[in-house]
């Protein structure tokens, strides 16, 4: 979806009219909304706007307007002469695009708001989910503009059925209806029971008498209807209704306006250090489509009447890292709604139903893990690594039997790791900003430096970490991406025995010689996200697996018999892929990138598209052995009220049978095509297929271009980049201060704020990085035009 | 909403036919499908249903039926003569229910499942959302059947957008749609962007020419009436859509039978020994609604044609505490939706949107504790409390500045306490069956025992725990469960000086001798759940939180300056609210029994009325200031991906303001009249108003009725029970095992599962207690149809 603002000024109010069927008076409504708009404040304009008519042009209802008010502009942006559906009367013309239509609306209603004071009534065609000439609906269509609605019921027979119908698909695509406006028909009584139905929901309705009947003599019947026009236009419900809309329209921009205050006095934020934050710095959110937030510019004063309150903002943290399938995506709504109209949320233990179900089994069977058996389900990723750390320490205790305290058993892992934030997910990390100051927390376990892969001045490199050449090997250049992830060829090189080697000594050193005891590994496949969107070699991580299933010796006195390969050996293996996997990377496992199987795999975030909470733990049958036993208390003793809730687990199949679909039908040919030479060049040791193979959904590529990464690694500001799937990491210089205390990241996104462009951003950083992260929707359009941007702030 | 079967049979196939919109050709279409399924195989029967028929008798549906067809057997349940929407026919005649219609319904499908193979179809009236002869909607009306939907769209100008909408109305109450029926109009062409658009969401559909126009003649009508049916019985996409329906009907069934051996394979239980469970323990629920899960019924097998595969199963544990509104609400699914097609989630650091602002005013508001400033966002009760600890910790350590390690620093509580399964959340737990197999569980405190409120034998009583009375007083007979919470009365007892001098004893013991820290007082009010329903009593509660309140020299070298009564001293008090809050006990807060105020609260399970998982844990000003730094580590670093999301924040909008204005407007009145005398008795020791006070709101009432209570305690089997709000809890006697690793509550259900009764349950034992938790929605007739149950069974 297009960058659109969503409407909003301080003197013009508009509305958009919607009919809950065709014929049910939408635009005698508006006629008479017009008038009494006018009547009621004569200095204000009243605008009149029919974005798409059909029908022969003199009975168009621009024209109506035009014909009972004098001072009303009408307006009609795209005509067809047809009285059909506009998605069939659009097919004589070129193609109509939804944006066209959208861009159009908007440009009239900005051209409005500065025109001084005024009204604008932007009347829809047919009923809610008429088809648009693209075959779209209205309904859909409009939505970024999120214009609030005066509804016109329907007064005649079945019409209450239809006006809740239509209200209804309204309301679950976001939309506020500021007023229910009606024609009496005394006999079926619609606009009784629909008022009543409506003033429940604290929606105004307002109840008219019909129109009289239309006269066969032209002259006769604009007569009548003058004189009807004229007695409306007066009518005291109107009146009343005219009222309540612009207290409506007031208390809206009242409440834009407080809201941040109010929230910096209420609201305890997330990771805030609040001395930092100011009412000014939070930003108020008034909805959301796409890629991009609603929200209030500061920019936007009091005495600036004419400029919109609402600017389309760039969610450049894709909401946390969640955002795939856009904002407001209608799909996903009526997805939620349906688990909880079906089930609300039905308790977990001993029951099966069935979003839990098929979720368990899609993942089980897209992941590809032969290893993989049983699904666990939790609510967030910080819950489910604890639910996976459970797994691992309780299986490898079972197995090796250690005679040592259960807390001295600790977790392997790699430097700059985090895997959440409740306190035994962090116990699974090193000391850090993080949680150095949180009470309880101790951090248990060994944590491997790594290299790391980094695009610097136009080349992919492998890079050591700094003063490690010796155990890690020199920076080595690639000739592209697909080379880096070519882990047959690059296994026994140099590098890759330096890595297997330090990794052996390292563990014999911590195990044989210090004494120290390992329950698991566990890693972030690819990018450690809050480390700072670390690029590990992926050579490293293979051999780091390889290496510890390969050390049985080294862990337990005994190790298993069993024939099954899918049985872990060494230690019980976590991927903890809640950032990175299900197409953040660019593929449904991030674990294929690095060629192994994990024995337990971690996925949230992107899990839902990014609509509601949820996490699934999937481990192997030789983990979930380990529970079975005689007590209760062998059991894994977790769960969490809404564990497996029917929204999230619905709202998980809709959204990844959409992304495997996307991958399916080639939706992403085009950045894939950008990236082609990404994958392997021809394996130079090795005869085997390449790992970085072109078989669709285990492709290399980024939503943000090649091209563009290449040209900003040579800017002066930027230490390295890189981009993978929809990821974008900006490893910027900074001279005085490292890592997350750095303000290096925050000077940039104080540059991009403060640049001449209409493209406004919201944006997280980490330190010294700036990173951005698009939606798997997301347009090309939109990114060309960000990178567009960063390219010349940074210099 | 009452018990009523959902309705599946393996040998009879039952639809509900809706239209798209009123006079859309239901009839006609309905009429074609009896006689295509008569056709089909004329051994089955063939039925046709009218519940509710409006209009002169001689052009009634059924009558259309009968004229056109010869075997089929049709019927119509409740003729009104006038052609208006039912709620107005319905006015001349006595009221009419929504469950005498669908208990006629579902009486009619049964009669006809036991008459053999067969199809049953079900026409409603006009459109989806007409009204009910009640004025409730048709599509609400007839949900606890969920029958399979064969929609008829409108095939009109505008039918597009009705048929879309009607389907939206049906779809996000969680209806399955089998079949889309259209009529062709080859001008408007409806029915080819309805086919497409349907066929997309993998709906079946069939397009067939329209009937002939009307004949003025009643002969010459009939005549080609019955040519034109005679053709479209055997029209090939007729046929078609006759075999996708049965073989819809066998998938569903199919699948239902396989659901629980599939999950038993795949699934990983929470808080479950697998050993102990089988594919024929897990219970498959189709759906919900109401205080019912629609689920498989074990005792129904194949060769038993004729009976309902789907139990009304009423759900016992309220789906884990959550349950509040029922389940397959539709205020909450539109709820849901609405927030998901506004914001989608959007990241809520440093932004604001409107349903979280609204909550945390809300909560700030409704609990009514001037100490709460500041509300924090997570997702679940465990990561709420963990947010709770590290609040307190810090607090304390910020004031208190001890020079001891952080990890040393525990918490007091009450022993049997539980606060959810995360690792954080597990510390502040002593020892036991849940946690003391958990690796790095730590259980960092002290818990004190504390005399617990019970009915024994038809009394009320306050016992101390055993051989403790020389500690907490002799066990105290009350007068009603009213004169327990009259804590003002109470204080001066000899009970309440013992209560305060163990409290000063112990802290002075555990701090000042045994040299131990703590950073934090935890308990949940009232009724500890995870422990087996323990009743503390509440003057025991009230006074630990006071001593603790004037013990700051106990606990630190120094105190606050503060003139603020609500600063807090001695040490943050943490209320755990997430079961026993916001009314589950019948209040808003359950704090208010205890008359004094947290510093931390913590909500979670019925905030959202039991559909989704959030949390909020709302902290005091003095607590947040102790995160106020110049350094970002400083802050509180805890944060989920979905923190504050949207759909949560809005359905927990939702269900606590209809949880208010139940309450508000006197919708327990008949529970609250029943346990009226639980009001405390005049006081007698104080002047000051009674604790218990009668002011609304504040009542001591449940929704099990006080006689029952009563009658039950004197159960040879019965040990003592209680009832407050919507919780029922019975502690049954087992001479062989105590607590949670008594089977007694296990073997009440299996009583309960093999009594002659229609009445199935689903519920979860703590051991030796048996508990059942309605919904705040149960009706009062549910309720007393498990008490007679109950006391059936209980000897």
Not at 96 to 109: A, Q, T
Not at 413 to 439: F, Q, R, W
Not at 688 to 700: F, H, I, Q
Request: hydrophobic share 35%; aromatic share 10%.
């Amino acid at each position: 979806m297009a960058r659109t603002a969503s409407s909003l000024w301080r003197t013009l109010k508009a509305y958009q009219i919607y009919g809950a069927n065709t014929d049910v008076g939408k635009t005698v409504m508006s006629t008479i909304l017009c008038k009494a708009f006018e009547r009621s404040d004569p200095a204000q304009n009243v605008w009149y706007l029919k974005p798409v008519s059909t029908g022969p042009l003199s009975e168009a209802d621009d024209r109506h307007i035009s014909r009972f008010t004098s001072q009303i502009k009408s307006h009609c942006l795209f005509q067809f002469d047809e009285p059909v559906s506009p998605h069939i009367a659009a097919r004589t013309r070129p193609p109509l695009s939804d944006s066209e239509i959208l861009d159009g609306v908007l440009k009239h209603l900005t051209e409005c708001s500065q025109a001084g004071p005024g009204v604008a009534l932007v009347e829809t065609a047919g009923g809610v989910h008429s088809p648009t000439p693209s075959g779209s609906s209205q309904a859909d269509l409009y939505r970024p503009l999120r214009l609030p609605i005066c509804l016109v019921t329907d007064h005649r027979l079945g019409g209450i059925s239809a006006s809740i119908s239509a209200f209804e698909s309204l309301h679950v695509r976001g939309y506020d209806l500021d007023a229910v406006l009606q024609f009496q028909d005394d006999h079926y009584q619609n606009y009784s029971y629909l008022r009543s139905y409506f003033e429940k929901k604290g929606i105004p309705t307002v109840s008219i008498p019909q129109p009289p009947k239309r006269e066969l003599n032209e002259e006769e019947d604009i007569e009548v209807m003058t004189e009807y026009y004229d007695k409306m236009a007066k009518n005291e419900g109107i009146g009343e209704l005219l009222s309540e809309l612009s207290k409506r329209h007031q208390t809206r921009i009242q409440r834009l306006e407080e809201m941040a205050s109010r929230a910096y006095s209420q609201i305890w934020y997330p990771f805030t250090q609040h001395r930092d934050v100011s009412e000014d710095t939070i930003l108020t959110i008034d909805s959301a489509s796409g890629d991009f937030f609603q929200a209030t510019d500061s920019t936007v004063t009091k005495d600036k009447n004419e400029l919109a309150l609402l600017s389309p903002t760039f969610d450049g943290s894709a909401s946390w890292w969640t955002q795939g399938l856009g904002h407001g995506n209608p799909e996903l709504s009526l997805a939620a709604a349906y688990a909880a109209g079906r089930y609300g949320h039905v308790m977990f233990a001993g029951t099966i139903h069935e979003p839990a179900l098929t979720l368990a089994e899609k993942l089980l069977k897209n992941l590809k893990n032969p290893r993989l058996g049983k699904v666990f389900y939790s609510d967030n990723g910080s819950t489910g690594m604890e639910v996976a750390t459970k797994m691992a320490l309780t299986a490898s205790l079972e197995r090796y039997k250690w005679d040592v305290p259960k807390s001295d058993v600790g977790i392997l892992g790699l430097k700059g790791s985090y895997h959440g934030d409740t306190i035994g997910a962090m116990d699974c990390s090193e000391p850090s900003t993080y949680n150095e100051k949180v009470h309880w927390y101790q951090g248990r376990g060994y944590w491997f430096d790594f290299p790391q892969v980094k695009m610097k001045d136009g080349s992919w490199v492998v890079e050591p970490p700094a003063g490690m050449e010796d155990i890690f090997g020199e920076t080595h250049v690639y000739p592209s991406l697909g080379d880096v992830f070519d882990i047959k060829s690059r296994y026994d090189s140099v590098a890759g025995q330096k890595y297997r080697k330090y990794i052996e000594e390292t563990l014999h050193r911590l195990v044989k010689k210090e004494g120290k005891t390992f329950g698991g590994l566990i890693m972030e496949p690819v990018i450690l996200g809050a480390a700072g969107m670390l690029f590990a070699d992926p050579l490293f991580q293979h051999c780091l697996v390889q290496v510890v299933r390969q050390s049985s010796h080294i862990f337990g006195p005994s190790d298993v018999n069993s024939a099954d390969i899918n049985t872990w050996t060494g230690l019980p293996v976590i991927f903890d892929e809640v950032f990175t996997g299900l197409y953040r990377l660019g593929r449904f496992s991030s674990a294929s990138f690095l060629q192994v199987h994990p024995d337990i795999s971690v996925h949230a975030k992107l899990l839902t598209g990014g609509l509601v909470p949820l996490c699934t733990t999937l481990a192997s049958d030789s983990i979930y052995d380990a529970f079975i036993g005689s007590e209760k208390r062998d059991a894994l003793l977790h769960g969490h009220s809404y564990t497996a809730h029917a929204v999230g687990c619905h709202v998980a199949n809709t959204s990844l049978n959409t992304l495997l679909e996307m991958d399916r039908s080639g939706q992403w040919q085009v950045y894939k095509e950008d990236w082609a030479d990404a994958a392997a060049a021809p394996s130079s040791s090795s005869s085997a297929p390449s790992t970085a193979s072109s078989e669709t959904g285990l492709e290399v590529w980024s939503s943000w271009s090649k091209s563009f990464i290449q040209q900003i690694s040579k800017s002066r500001d930027v230490e390295s980049v890189f981009a993978l799937g929809s990821v974008l990491a900006i490893n910027l210089h900074d001279n005085e201060r490292a890592g997350y205390n750095s303000s290096a990241a925050a000077g940039l996104q104080k540059k991009l704020l403060e640049a001449p462009t209409e493209l406004k951003f919201h944006s997280r950083g980490l330190g010294n990085v700036f990173y951005l992260m698009a939606s798997q929707t997301s347009t090309r359009e939109t990114l060309q035009s960000i990178e567009r941007l960063l390219l010349d702030v940074l210099s």
